[in-house]
T-cell receptor
Framework: ETGVTQTPRHLVMGMTNKKSLKCEQH?????MYWYKQSAKKPLELMFV???????ENNSVPSRFSPECPNSSHLFLHLHTLQPEDSALYLC??????????FGPGTRLTVL | QQQVKQSPQSLIVQKGGIPIINCAYE??????FPWYQQFPGKGPALLIA?????SEKKEGRFTISFNKSAKQFSLHIMDSQPGDSATYFC????????????FGAGTQVVVTP
């Protein structure tokens, strides 16, 4: 595997489900990010982890819970989501904050 | 409050034409301005980036023009090809921010044969 990988690529969940998104970077980077991409809107930064510590939580609702167990892995735990949370969730990584490399994203649909 | 404003929302040009995408910002602390290209079903990919100490940067057929006093920057795609059809995003970040990028809303570019 190379670059930034994300699993699953597609996810459909009900509002009462709990699921997790996984991101893995194979670039030796020290920072990882979660973004939300909705149609016709700018990419929204959700969380930033630097050296496995969260350095940014962009006023994201608590139904989204990130986890960064090491510098190569990032998770986004989801519970009791709303239909408006349906979007493409993108993971990215960088070295020191420059040149972010994005994964292909997880297309999430909340029913 | 959107910190980076991007226009136009969409653009159609013929092969060989020069699509131009413009971005404006207010925060004078921004010091890093990347452009990303996104194809359907893919994540954004870094295309080219510029810092405020230069007014222009070229990489292949892609050129960034930067006007610090006007707080504007633009992307030009020279000799555009149908394979350049994609959505383009400008972005900006401040120093010591661990890459917290503020993105524009995106421009969908279609290059017709």
């Amino acid at each position: 595997e190379t670059g930034v990988t994300q699993t699953p690529r597609h996810l459909v969940m009900g509002m009462t489900n709990k699921k997790s998104l996984k991101c893995e970077q194979h670039l030796g980077h020290n920072a990882m990010y979660w973004y939300k991409q909705s149609a016709k809107k700018p990419l929204e930064l959700m969380f930033v982890y630097s050296l496995e510590e969260r350095v940014e939580n962009n006023s994201v609702p608590s139904r989204f819970s990130p986890e960064c167990p090491n510098s190569s892995h990032l998770f986004l735990h989801l519970h009791t989501l709303q239909p408006e949370d349906s979007a493409l969730y993108l993971c990215a990584s960088s070295h020191g904050g420059w040149e972010q490399f994005f994964g292909p994203g997880t297309r999430l649909t909340v029913l | 409050q959107q910190q980076v404003k991007q226009s136009p929302q969409s653009l159609i040009v013929q092969k060989g034409g020069i699509p131009i995408i413009n971005c404006a910002y207010e925060n004078t602390a921004f010091d890093y301005f990347p452009w990303y290209q996104q194809f359907p079903g893919k994540g954004p990919a870094l295309l080219i980036a510029i810092r405020p100490d230069v007014s222009e940067k070229k990489e292949g057929r892609f050129t960034i023009s930067f006007n610090k006093s006007a707080k504007q920057f633009s992307l030009h795609i020279m000799d555009s090809q149908p394979g350049d059809s994609a959505t383009y995003f400008c972005a900006a970040s401040q120093p010591d921010s661990w890459g917290k990028l503020q993105f524009g809303a995106g421009t969908q570019v279609v290059v017709t044969p």
